[in-house]
């Protein structure tokens, strides 16, 4: 089981500029994923990767579901696949203590591949509300571009671009 649930912090309540749009590359970043690894945009290339990205532990649920539903579909070998806790955190709450908590609750099989945006940055690149309790979804070809984008609970409506995007590999 996947799931995730940060410190009880204050979440800004933000709308950022637009989102990537189909075709474009994924934005730049600079994240430490649960293992301590920094990693970057270009740590999604060579694969086609599905991305999850939530900006709230209020969204954790749903990010897992997205996540299960990725893994059944497609399980580990067609599909890489990323989570982002892109959190807008407190000076006061360190990254690590996020990272730690995760840690905690993210299997270890899939640190590597859950990153932690302490202070929101990449959020902001996305356009996603930073506080939101929906996850963002991604699909990036292997060149790292943006394939398909969804927002919201797993469901057969917002699932089926996402789905469609996949299958035209």
């Known amino acids: ?6 410190a009880p912090v204050a979440f800004a309540a933000t709308t950022p500029r637009g989102a990537p749009r189909k075709g474009t590359e994924f ?3 600079r994240a430490e994923n649960l293992e301590g690894s920094e990693r970057t945009q270009t740590d999604l290339r060579g694969r086609e990767t599905f991305v999850v990205v939530v900006t709230s532990p209020a969204a954790a649920d749903r990010m897992t579901a997205w996540v299960r539903a990725a893994q059944a579909r497609y399980g580990d070998r067609q ?6 806790l892109a959190l807008d955190l407190s000076v006061v709450v360190p990254a690590f203590l996020v ?3 995760a840690r905690g ?3 270890r099989a ?3 591949d859950t990153f932690v945006d302490a202070h929101g940055a990449l959020a902001e690149q996305l356009g996603v509300a930073t506080g939101s309790d929906s996850p963002f979804v991604y699909v990036l070809d292997p060149r790292g571009r ?3 984008v ?3 609970a797993l469901s057969e409506k917002t699932a089926a671009p996402i789905w469609a995007a996949v299958a035209a590999t």
Not at 79 to 84: G, M, S
């Open 150 to 152: 969804a927002r919201g």
């Open 27 to 29: 934005p730049t970043f």
């Open 79 to 84: 599909l890489r696949r990323v989570v982002f």
């Open 110 to 112: 899939y640190w590597k």
């Open 146 to 148: 943006v394939k398909a």
């Open 99 to 101: 990272r730690d908590k």
């Open 105 to 107: 609750k993210v299997p």
């Open 1 to 6: 089981m996947i799931s995730v649930a940060a």
